[in-house]
Structure formats: structure tokens, C-alpha cells
């Protein structure tokens, strides 16, 4: 029988935003050690051990002026990070509409992120009274997320909970937007080429292992997460990134294992958790086994040499059979390049992956690699 969704409103930043004193406490210590990450980066770099890929650079480079805005400032994702690092408790049970940086959607304002001003300053705490005239009939986001997980099993149904000031058309007790589209496109799609299918089985008498090098605030590790709850997912991303999603998902799923890795190489364990390692502790990592390595929309923004390093920390790393998904566009403003040209340096036989389930695909080529 075909699912039939109700549509119950829109949920409100004010309705999703509760966020307890012990978990505001909880993310000003991950705030504390992403700072320790930031500062052992500055330390390695000015010893020279850590080279230029080692650095946040295309879009992520702190230098760089990346967004123009109309009163001649400039902005960046460093202009959301430093926002999160003020430690406001308004702007940390909002999170989520200070996200922007990694799906190119601005919640805030519905809209995609180029064609707003970046989110500069603290949101006005009557900020829903401005989003109730922004608000109107569920756009076509949330008809794709409906009309494809209807032809999905039924574990697959569900969205990002109603936290971190999360804002969406309601269907039955979900909460639909463009962001949550998105990753369900990314979850499709490692449906339809058989792997999720695969995990989950897999999950049922063992640990399964994946690794997300540039996962941003943590979107799809959460999709991963409540799929296969038996699961250890090794987050990969600058500090400042890393600052999101361990604060997102540490908060979303309390009763787990959350480390934060500090050290090079570092053996992940084997048990169900989170690990997040910084961008510049990669090469070093020990992550053998691996089930699974994705990337989704960011090696396009990365450099050549930093590909290549990923390219070759996920050669060492996948087991036998195991495969790397990978959904990017060809390139980026700040990083024009042939991605596939320079995957292909390391890694071997790309596979485009085609959906019988979404017709026309959103965020980039998908391609499956072997080792
Ligand atoms: C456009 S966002 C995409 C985030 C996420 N994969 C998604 O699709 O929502 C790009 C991500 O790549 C990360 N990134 C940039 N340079 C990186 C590097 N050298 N190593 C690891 N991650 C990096 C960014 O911090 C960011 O999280």
C-alpha cells in the first residue's frame, strides 16, 4: 500500500530549538577542543610538519575572500564558524540555520545560499515572526523527498529531528525541506547500487565501517547512523567543520561513543560510534577494514594533492570488495579541476551509478571506485 503522507504545517525555529544547560555545557567543551585542534594545526604548521595539504584552501581557505556582499564586506564560511565560536546559546540551539556552509541551501531563509546575503550576525530572537511571511505551500523539495521514499523501504522514512532550530513543512512527524531532500537523494542512491542494503545486513552480526571525508555539519552521518545504528562512522574535515557536526550529532545521538581524535595515527576502534579526525590528521590515520568511504560535494573543492592524499588513505583502507561513493560536480569556482582525471591517479575503475527511482539528480555525478 502506498505511503500517505499528511501534511501537519511548518515547524518553527522556536518549536525546535530547546537545548538543555548540560547540552549547551557539552558543546562548549567540543568547542574547547576544536580550538586545541586549531592551535595543534598552527603548532605542527609553524614546525613544519604539516604542508599545504594540510591547510584549509579553494573555498575553505581562510584568506580568500569568497562571497561578495552588497555593502562591499566579504564573507565566508569562516563567518559562520567564528559565529558558532562566540558560544551564544541563541545561536547554538539554532545551529542548524548557521549551517549554510555545507549544503549551499540557507534554511534560514528557504532559499539557496547564493542567492542570499551570508547569515552574519546572531539571528533576531523574533526571527519566526519574519519567516512566517517567507513561508508558503511545501515546495517541490518536499514532493521529490515524498515521491522517493515512497518507492524506498519504510526505514528510510524519516528527517532531521525537530532540534537545533531544524525548520520545515511537517509530514506526518517529519520535518521536509530542501536540506532533508538532499541527503535522501544521497541515500537512494547507495540504496539503488546495492550497499545500504548490504550494511544493514551486514550490521546484523558485525560493526560496520565508514568513513565521510568532508561530511559538514553531519547530514548524512545522521541518515547512516539511524539506518545502521551498528555502525562506526569516521567523520574527516577541517576543525572549524568538524566543530558542527561533532556539536550536531553528539547532541542528536547522546547515548553513544563520540571521539574526538587528537592525535596522529590514531587506530579507530571497532565498536559502534563516532570518530571525527581534523583534515590534517588523515594521512596518518588507521582505519583499516573499511565497509564503505564516501565523499559527497567537496572533493570538487579541494586540490589535487589533497585528492590524492584521500584517494590513498582510502586505497589502505577499504576491505576486500569494499567500494568508495563518490557524488560531486566536476568542479568548483575556487578549485576548477578534472576530478575524475585526479581520483583516477589512485583509484580504479569508476562506475556512474543510475537511479531508477529520481529522475533527474541534484547534487552532482555519482560514481562508485574500487581500491
Ligand atoms: C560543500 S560542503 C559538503 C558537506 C557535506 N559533504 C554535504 O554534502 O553536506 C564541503 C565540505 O568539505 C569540507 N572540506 C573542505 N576542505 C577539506 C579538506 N581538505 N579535508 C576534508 N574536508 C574538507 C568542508 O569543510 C565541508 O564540510
Not at 596518518?284 to 586540490?303: F, G, Y
Not at 563518490?326 to 575503475?349: D, M, Y
Not at 562506475?351 to 533527474?360: D, E, K, N, V
Request: net charge negative; hydrophobic share 40%.
Amino acid at each position: 500500500v502506498a505511503w500517505q503522507p499528511r501534511l501537519n504545517g511548518f515547524l518553527f525555529s522556536d518549536a525546535s530549538s530547546a537545548l538543555s544547560q548540560q547540552e549547551f555545557d557539552n558543546i562548549n567543551a567540543i568547542l574547547t577542543g576544536i580550538e586545541g585542534l586549531i592551535a595543534r594545526r598552527q603548532a605542527l604548521t609553524s614546525e613544519g610538519r604539516l604542508d599545504a595539504t594540510a591547510q584549509p584552501s579553494g573555498n575553505w581557505d581562510p584568506t580568500k575572500k569568497q562571497v561578495y556582499e552588497i555593502d562591499a564586506q566579504t564573507t565566508s564560511f569562516m563567518t559562520s564558524f567564528a559565529l558558532l565560536m562566540q558560544r551564544d546559546y541563541d545561536i547554538l540551539k539554532k545551529l542548524r540555520l548557521y549551517s549554510q556552509a555545507f549544503s549551499g541551501y540557507q534554511l534560514a531563509t528557504l532559499a539557496p545560499a547564493v542567492h542570499r546575503p551570508w547569515i552574519r550576525e546572531k539571528l533576531p530572537a523574533d526571527y519566526d515572526r519574519f519567516l512566517r511571511m517567507l513561508v508558503g505551500n511545501p515546495d517541490e523539495s518536499v514532493h521529490k523527498f515524498v515521491n522517493t521514499a515512497n518507492k524506498l523501504p519504510e526505514a528510510y522514512r524519516f528527517s532531521f529531528p525537530a532540534k537545533f532550530g531544524e525548520i520545515g513543512w511537517i509530514v506526518d512527524d517529519m520535518v521536509l525541506s530542501k536540506d532533508t531532500w538532499m541527503y535522501l537523494e544521497r541515500i537512494c542512491l547507495l540504496h539503488e547500487c546495492g550497499i545500504l542494503p548490504a550494511l544493514i545486513e551486514k550490521s546484523k552480526t558485525t560493526t560496520v565501517r565508514i568513513m565521510e571525508i568532508g561530511s559538514g555539519f553531519g547530514g548524512l552521518a545522521y541518515f547512516l547512523k539511524r539506518i545502521i545504528p551498528n555502525s562506526r562512522i569516521v567523520l574527516i574535515d577541517l576543525p572549524e567543520s568538524l566543530a558542527f557536526c561533532l556539536s550536531y550529532l553528539a547532541t542528536v545521538f547522546p547515548g553513544i561513543s563520540h571521539s574526538l581524535v587528537t592525535t596522529a595515527d590514531y587506530p579507530v576502534p571497532e565498536g559502534p560510534g563516532f570518530t571525527y579526525v581534523s583534515n590534517y590528521d588523515a594521512p596518518s590515520l588507521q582505519v583499516p577494514n573499511l565497509d564503505l568511504a564516501i565523499n559527497t560535494l567537496s572533493m570538487a573543492e579541494m586540490e589535487d594533492e589533497q585528492i590524492i592524499s584521500y584517494c590513498k588513505l582510502i586505497q589502505r583502507s577499504l576491505a576486500p570488495g569494499a567500494q568508495f561513493f563518490e557524488q560531486n560536480f566536476g568542479f568548483s569556482t575556487n578549485a576548477t579541476k578534472n576530478l575524475v582525471a585526479a581520483i583516477s591517479q589512485v583509484l580504479t575503475n569508476p562506475r556512474l551509478i543510475q537511479s531508477a527511482i529520481i529522475p533527474t539528480l541534484e547534487k552532482g555525478t555519482p560514481r562508485l571506485w574500487s581500491a
